[in-house]
């Protein structure tokens, strides 16, 4: 079993800049592939971005792309999520989630929810207008 917390979310203002980070237990986050997703009020929870086990890879919903950059520290089991240039419509719930069965995901798999296994409580990041 693995767990994931997130963290770093909050109120910014539009235009700023935010750092959320996903910090995993257990010995075996190196092998997951891993991603973020958000959920707005209302909606369904929708796919932000995807990173490799090794961290070469990644892949971006094209709202986000250009503006969010993920990484991951395989020595520190964390991932991260940049996220620059924020806009009021990224106000969400993001979540982290963990892959145990795949390094890499496909442009198919990796939006979707049930390529993963493990999922955090999610971090609130409000941007005001």
């Known amino acids: 079993q693995v767990q994931l917390v997130e963290s770093g979310g909050g109120l910014v203002q539009a235009g700023d800049s935010l750092r959320l980070s996903c910090a995993a237990s257990?010995?075996?986050?190196?092998?997951?592939?891993m991603g973020w997703f958000r959920q707005a009020p209302g909606k369904e929870r929708e796919f932000v971005a995807a990173?490799?086990?090794?961290?070469?890879?990644?892949y971006y919903a094209g709202s986000v792309k250009g503006r969010f950059a993920i990484s991951r520290d395989n020595a520190k089991n964390t991932m991260y999520l940049q996220m620059n240039s924020l806009k009021p419509e990224d106000t969400a719930v993001y979540y982290c989630?963990?892959?145990?069965?795949?390094?890499?995901?496909?442009?198919?798999?990796?939006?979707?929810?049930?390529?993963?296994?493990?999922w955090g409580q999610g971090t609130q990041v409000t941007v005001s207008s």
């Open positions: 257990g010995r075996t986050f190196s092998t997951y592939g």
């Open positions: 990173i490799s086990d090794s961290g070469v890879g990644t």
């Open positions: 989630a963990a892959d145990k069965d795949r390094g890499t995901c496909t442009t198919r798999t990796c939006p979707d929810t049930a390529t993963y296994d493990y």
